[in-house]
């Protein structure tokens, strides 16, 4: 059994499991951080960005993780634990010989179809005269300043996929409900569980009869919109992979919920105006759930919330249509009949509007001061671009930032000098150490094998011991490219004995001992099968070995007769 | 032998009160906990005492599993759990869930408050109820206990309903429920995979008819409303609140805007409003081209009371009006009667009303039809089949029609009749990786997985488990000595020879015959054979009849038999002796 690491950032996982010959990739992350090492996309020209000196490039490029250390078109299935972690899919599945079949809960395939269809929609509205490919030549790379210079194998690095190969890769998704037992060629048997971190979320169980791996991949035991994490399922794993623990490990995710709140609020009173940039689907439903009881409390009743997003109305019906996949309380809220989340009442009451774009009737209908929820969390391209530019020189405007994905620092770059307030509220729900060490106490794992940067505390904080693993025996640590022999010793494998066979073992159970034979039972009983029925049937054959008694019973003391001498032999009596 | 039992307490041969009791490797399953709605009394509810005299039921059952909403399929249940008595786990969908608890109020409401019945279950024992309720996904398996898993087929039919696969060891028994297998305007077509099952337990509601085609039925369906409109009559279409109602108006919503008809559709308010609203809720339910609005009519399906039965009786003395019963009606409720051409009915407190009204019936309740049962047996394959959910004389007709076309049993026992069905499963075996292997090697590189082998191996009963190692790792598990076990067997031969040369005669012959064997001539005076082994050896009295002795292994026996074959029949004639 093997595990090959095609990733290395540990929240965006990409690793292909090898087990009893099927091939299963486990999620397809997508690494877009490399974005932040070029120029936001504007909706509208700006003279600003294009007078900027230094390298200019307006190719939205995205960095693909993958490195040829297995032929694509081997893999069988792909298992998707949540819709942040199948944006690398259509690299997968087309133009790459895959036949194989996708495994994903429903939410993650239809969130996951959103978040693909507005990354390709930020992308295709600011067609590029021209594309920038020069500068991957190793040459010229080696000029260039900052991380690009020293960034590998931009020769790898893909265009952003078309809404074609994003249908034709969703399309060889196949649905699975939580705790469905799906059987991979008779060999493997995989299994989602919940994992609590989005909905539709999922861990996997990949096991045979004497095996079991368990796939930990962004889970959360906090009581946030999803179903909690299933961990009772993950008991007994000879091998556990774990991956996507918090990207904050040291910021409480309800302490920055209140710190979210303050700041709009501030923001609001002094009459700016607030931008979140933020993901369509997630975090998005807590903090419209969390503003909800605020603003009547804060007296904000009269703010317009927007939320800007070529999916946004898709996103949020779609959030009310999951009960199956929701908390508990959120579900008995749809037996009233309720919708789940309260977000439909914010529009109903036209507190929260939505809009796919800037252009149309938002424009028309924008008032000031308000607060708006628009993507890509990188302000690299999307709407939020547009926002920047428009408030970013006013300092009563703040912008709160809560996605951990994209270094805040490094996204405000290209906007400085920058007067508007900046705010940094990451909100991350996944385990943090604390949680996983006890979650690893509870399933006793015989070995974890996780990403290296997991088994050392963060570069930045190279004191706080607490913010990694440590375990016994301690964990196999992978990073990209590497491949891993996992520690496996199969013994035993499942057989079935046919019907005709089996009659014949359960009788032997039955069987009254005679003394004549043995003095006393057996302890144990031991029984040839080569044969058996032939044995039987031609035993007297060979009478001239056997005792001639047996000849006028009846085939089946026949059978037990002969065996009976077997055992004599075996015994010794 | 293991078996299972099959013990309809309702719908056995019967439609309403479905209630089936089902008994597999040790565990109690009630499938379905309905009300008869064609019974007032007693008949009403399936007869519980069945599973026990006296207390509650709790201990003789470790599941009950609702398919779907439909009362004849729930209406029973808090009888059942609350005045009855049982406390383990009621299992149903999300959507089932939601709605069944709305409709048992309801139903309660009219026995209760219109009827005035006493000693009936309370408000209170329908919440109670459903605290007993275990949410079930689709395809998700649940482990009822550790050896009992169910898991829920899409069944269509109505928002919610289910197939269930009920699972101990190798053994199963799928129920469906009621299906249909014809997707249509608003749910999908029932599905499941491959799964064998040892019963399938299938509704038989449409076991004879093979519906014509959906268009012509709603084309039909559409004149009919059409032409009693122009005329000025009206018509009354009583359905389900949750179910046909949607798809009959979508429907006719499309017609209405295409003709450009102005006659306003009325539906009943109450129930439908929230109907729609579970239908938004459980759109992953829904077939893809579900539309946003709905419009509902009246509510119940059958006749049998609530409002469409008030409308009826205001409308029935016109014979311009019309009734279009889109369903299947209960023996003994209004719309059975008039179904069958009844003209007087006889209503409470004596009063009789005549019906002039025209009444058509149009089969457009997600049953599956004879076609469509035959079609879900392809799907599943499985070992038994057994009916439930029909009239008796309509599933005497399938019967012969599904053991004729698939040579499988069928069954089809009456209420409180127990099925028995004989299982014979296959023993789960562990086997040692080294052992396969091994095995596997000898069969060459590539074995053909379709062609099963024998192989060799030793079995050994532990503890309650079975492994099969090879014989010596059992040997040395178990501590014990191996034992030989020899045949031997004696020939006689007619060999004019001197002991030595018939013993190198029979070297040349086997060398002859036997291409690709080790075959040795010892100089002790035998021959091995691998390692059989055969002396020779002859009487002072009678030196030509010759004596072969052969001897080998237990585990040589193939070729040690054919060898004593091969000898019996003598030595060619001609063989030099070397």
């Keep these: 059994m093997k595990l090959y690491c095609l990733s290395g950032h540990p929240t965006l996982p990409c690793n292909v499991l090898k087990f009893k010959s099927t091939t299963i990739m486990l999620d397809c992350g997508l690494d877009t951080t490399s974005v932040l090492q070029f120029l936001p996309l504007p909706l509208v020209h700006s003279p600003r960005l294009s007078k900027l000196p230094g390298w200019v490039s307006k190719d939205g490029t995205i960095n693909l993780e993958k490195k040829e250390l297995l032929d694509l ?168 992979i774990l991956t996507g623990l918090t990207q904050m490990p ?99 009451t036209n507190k929260l509007k939505h809009y796919p774009s800037i252009h149309g009737d938002f424009s028309s209908e924008f008032r000031q001061p308000c607060v708006v929820f628009t993507g890509h969390p990188s302000l690299r391209f999307g709407d939020v671009v547009h926002f920047m530019e428009l408030w970013g020189k006013s300092s009563l405007n703040t912008i709160i930032f809560t996605e951990p994905d994209f270094s805040y620092l490094d996204a405000l770059a290209p906007y400085q000098p920058l007067a508007m307030k900046c705010v940094y509220c990451p909100i991350d729900t996944r385990l943090n150490f604390h949680q996983v060490s006890k979650l690893l106490k509870e ?90 029925r032939e044995a039987c049937n031609c035993h007297h054959r060979y009478t001239s070995t056997m005792t001639d008694k ?17 055992f004599a032999n075996y015994c010794g009596k | ?169 190798s053994e199963s028994v799928v129920y469906t429920g009621d299906y249909n297998m014809t997707p249509d305007r608003h749910l999908g077509a029932a599905w499941i995979d491959k799964c064998r099952p040892d019963i399938l337990i299938s509704e038989s509601t449409y076991a004879t008819t093979i519906r014509d085609s959906k268009r012509c039925r709603e084309r039909d369906f559409l004149k009919k409303v059409h032409e009693t409109v122009e005329r000025g009559g009206k018509v009354l279409i009583p359905v389900f609140a949750l179910g046909r109602a949607q798809e009959l108006c979508i429907l006719l919503e499309t017609f209405w805007e295409r003709m450009n008809m102005k006659a306003p559709i009325y539906f009943s308010t109450g129930l439908t409003e929230k109907a729609n609203h579970y239908y938004k809720l459980f759109i992953t339910w829904t077939n893809q081209k579900i539309r946003k609005t709905f419009v509902v009519f009246a509510t119940p399906g059958m006749l049998h009371a609530g409002q469409s039965l008030q409308i009826f009786k205001k409308w029935a003395g016109n014979e311009k009006n019309m009734i279009i019963m889109p369903g299947y009606c209960v023996q003994g409720t209004i719309g059975h009667k008039i179904l069958n051409g009844q003209k007087k009915l006889e209503m409470e407190n004596r009063q009789t009303l005549e019906v002039k009204l ?7 309740s997600a049953h599956a039809d004879a076609k469509g049962i ?88 532990k503890d309650n488990s079975l492994r099969l190692v090879s014989p010596e790792q059992a040997l040395k598990e178990l501590g014990l000595n191996e034992h030989q076990l020899r045949f031997t067997c004696r020939v006689q031969l007619q060999d004019p020879h ?28 035998t021959v091995m054979v691998e390692s059989i082994v055969i002396k020779v050896s002859s009487s002072a009295e009678e030196p030509n009849t010759k004596v072969l002795l052969l001897s080998w292994s237990y585990q040589d026996e193939d070729l040690g038999s054919f060898l004593s074959t091969l000898l019996k029949k003598g030595l060619p004639s001609g063989l030099s002796s070397m």
């Excluded at chain 1, 494998?493 to 039955?510: F, K, Y």
């Excluded at chain 1, 047996?550 to 077997?566: D, E, Q, S």
């Excluded at chain 2, 959507?95 to 048992?104: G, V």
């Design chain 1, 73 to 240: 078109s081997t893999i069988d299935v792909i298992l998707i634990s949540n819709y942040h972690c199948m944006m690398a899919l259509p690299y997968i599945t087309e133009h790459t010989g895959f036949t194989g079949t996708v495994y994903a809960t429903e939410p993650t395939l239809q969130i996951g179809r959103l978040l693909m269809e507005e990354l390709v929609n930020f992308m295709e509205r600011v067609p590029k005269a021209q594309s920038a490919t020069c500068w991957k030549y190793k040459e010229i790379q080696r000029l260039l300043p900052g991380p690009l210079k020293d960034a590998v194998e931009v020769s790898t690095w893909k265009r952003c996929y078309s809404m074609q190969d994003v249908n034709s890769a969703l399309s060889k998704v196949q649905l699975v409900g939580y705790s469905q037992k799906v059987e991979l060629f008779g060999a493997v048997q995989v299994t989602p569980l919940s994992s609590g971190y989005s909905l539709g979320s999922s861990n996997w169980i990949i096991q045979s009869h004497y095996e079991k791996v368990s796939y930990v991949s962004g889970s959360s035991l906090l009581t946030t919109h999803p179903q909690p994490m299933d961990q009772s399922s993950l008991k007994n794993s000879d091998v556990l």
């Design chain 2, 498 to 525: 001197s002991d030595p040369d018939t013993l190198s005669r029979i070297y040349t012959h086997l060398k002859s015959v036997l291409k690709g064997y080790t075959i040795q001539h010892l100089p002790d005076g």
């Design chain 2, 374 to 461: 035959m079609q879900l047996i392809r799907m599943a394959e499985p070992r038994n089949m057994l009916l439930v959910h029909g009239e008796a004389k309509k599933m005497e007709f399938l019967k012969d029609k599904i053991e004729q076309e698939f040579t499988i049993n069928c069954f089809m026992p009456a209420n409180g009749e127990t099925t028995t069905v004989i299982t014979n499963p296959s023993v789960p075996v562990d086997i040692s990786l080294n052992l396969l292997k091994r095995e596997m090697a000898l069969g060459g590189p590539l074995p053909d997985p379709k062609k099963p082998r024998t192989m060799h191996g030793t079995l050994i009963m």
């Design chain 2, 358 to 364: 025209q009444v058509e019936y149009m089969s457009f």
């Design chain 2, 1 to 169: 032998m293991p078996e299972i039992k099959v013990t309809p307490l309702g719908a056995g041969q019967d439609v309403g009160r479905s209630c089936i009791l089902v008994s597999i490797g040790g565990k109690n399953i009630m499938l379905d906990c309905g009300m008869h709605m064609g019974f007032n009394d007693d008949r009403r509810f399936p007869d519980f005492s069945y599973i026990t005299q006296q207390g509650r039921l709790t201990e003789f059952l470790d599941c009950v599993i609702i398919s779907h909403f439909h009362l004849d399929h729930c209406g029973a249940l808090p009888y059942m759990s609350e005045m009855v008595g049982y406390d383990g786990p009621i299992y149903m969908t999300h959507p089932t869930k939601a709605i069944c608890p709305i409709l048992l109020e309801d139903f309660r409401k009219i026995t209760v408050d219109k009827k005035g019945e006493t000693n009936f279950f309370t408000s209170q024992m329908i919440k109670d109820c459903m605290k007993k309720v275990v949410p079930l996904n689709l395809h998700q398996t649940v482990q009822v206990d550790d050896e009992l898993e169910i898991k829920a087929y899409y069944a269509g039919h109505v928002l919610g309903a289910a197939m269930v696969q009920i699972k101990v060891g």
């Design chain 1, 443 to 532: 399933v006793q794992p015989l070995h974890v094998v996780c990403p290296e940067q997991y088994t050392q505390p963060p570069p930045a904080q190279s004191h706080r011991s607490d913010l990694m693993l440590e375990l016994q025996p301690p964990p196999m640590p992978y990073r990209r490219c590497s491949v891993l022999g996992l520690p496996f010793r199969r013994r035993w494998e499942r057989i079935q004995l046919l019907p005709e066979v089996g009659p014949v073992a359960t009788h032997l159970s039955d069987l009254q001992w005679g003394k004549k034979v043995f003095s006393q039972p057996p302890i144990v009983q031991v029984l040839p099968l080569k044969k058996m």
């Design chain 1, 250 to 348: 040291t910021a409480n995710p309800d302490g920055m919920l209140g710190d979210f709140c303050s700041n709009l609020a501030m923001t609001i009173r002094a009459g700016g105006n607030v931008l979140v940039p933020c993901y369509s689907s997630g975090v998005i439903y807590d903090l419209l759930e969390c503003l909800y009881q605020f603003i009547e409390n804060a007296n904000l009743g009269s703010t317009p919330f927007y939320f800007i997003s070529p999916v946004a109305n898709s996103s949020l019906e779609f959030s009310q249509i999951f009960a199956e996949w929701l908390c508990h309380n959120k579900q008995s809220k749809v037996y009233l009949p309720e919708p789940p989340f309260p977000h439909a009442e914010l529009i109903q």
């Design chain 1, 550 to 566: 047996m000849r006028k019973k009846n085939p089946i003391n026949h059978i037990v007769g002969f065996l009976m001498n077997l």
